[in-house]
C-alpha cells in the first residue's frame, strides 16, 4: 500500500537510491536493448555531474519516482520520467517533470524537448497536461556505441 506521507523530491543519492530507481526503471520501462540498460544510464548520468537527476521518495524513503533532464546550452532534454504504480494520478509525475524544467530554466534553458516512445502514446495527455505540445518533426537518431 501507499504511504499516506507525500513523496519529497530530492537529487539522486548513489548509495541510497541505484537500487531503488534500477528495480522502478525495470517496471516501468522493461529495457529492450543493452545501451539503455538502468545501471549503465545512472553511471553515465552521474559522469555528468550535473544535479539534474531527481527521485522522489516515500515516506518510508523507497524510490517511487525519477526524472533525469539534460542541459547542452541549446535545449533542454527530459528522461525517464517515471512514478510508481501506485503512486500515479496524485500529481507527482507533474511535480517531478516541474522540478526538472525549473533547474533547466535556472540554467537558461529557453527549450524542453522530449520524445514518446513508440507504443507509449497515451502519456501524450499527461505532457499536454503540463504544457508540451506535439511538435511536426522527423525524429533520428544514431548509435555510437556497438
Ligand atoms: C507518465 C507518468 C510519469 C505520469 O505520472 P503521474 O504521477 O500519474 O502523473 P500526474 O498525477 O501528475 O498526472 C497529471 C495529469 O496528467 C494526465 N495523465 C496522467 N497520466 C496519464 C496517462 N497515462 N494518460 C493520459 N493522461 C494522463 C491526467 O490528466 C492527470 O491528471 P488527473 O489525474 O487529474 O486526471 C506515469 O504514468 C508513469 O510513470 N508512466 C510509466 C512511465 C512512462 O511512460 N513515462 C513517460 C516516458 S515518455
Known amino acids: 500500500m501507499a504511504s499516506a506521507e507525500s513523496p519529497r523530491i530530492v537529487e539522486y543519492l548513489d548509495a541510497d537510491h541505484r537500487e531503488g530507481v534500477v528495480s ?3 517496471a516501468a520501462f522493461g529495457y529492450a536493448t543493452a545501451h539503455n540498460e538502468p545501471g549503465l544510464v545512472i553511471d553515465r548520468k552521474l559522469a555528468t555531474n550535473d544535479d539534474l537527476f531527481l527521485v522522489a ?12 533532464a539534460g542541459y547542452d546550452g541549446h535545449r533542454g532534454w527530459i528522461y525517464s520520467l ?10 507527482l509525475g507533474s511535480e517531478l517533470l516541474s522540478n526538472a524544467e525549473r533547474r533547466l530554466e ?3 534553458c529557453v527549450k524542453i524537448n522530449l ?8 502519456v501524450e495527455g499527461f ?5 508540451y505540445a506535439v511538435e511536426k518533426r522527423i525524429s533520428m537518431g544514431k548509435r555510437l556505441l556497438k
Do not use: K, P
Open 127 to 131: 505532457y499536454r497536461r503540463n504544457g
Open 115 to 122: 520524445q514518446i516512445a513508440d507504443g507509449n502514446e497515451d
Open 82 to 91: 517515471a512514478v510508481d504504480e501506485q503512486f500515479q494520478r496524485r500529481g
Open 57 to 68: 521518495l516515500s515516506g518510508e524513503g523507497v524510490v517511487v519516482g525519477t526524472v533525469m
Open 24 to 26: 522502478l526503471w525495470n
Open 106 to 108: 535556472e540554467r537558461g
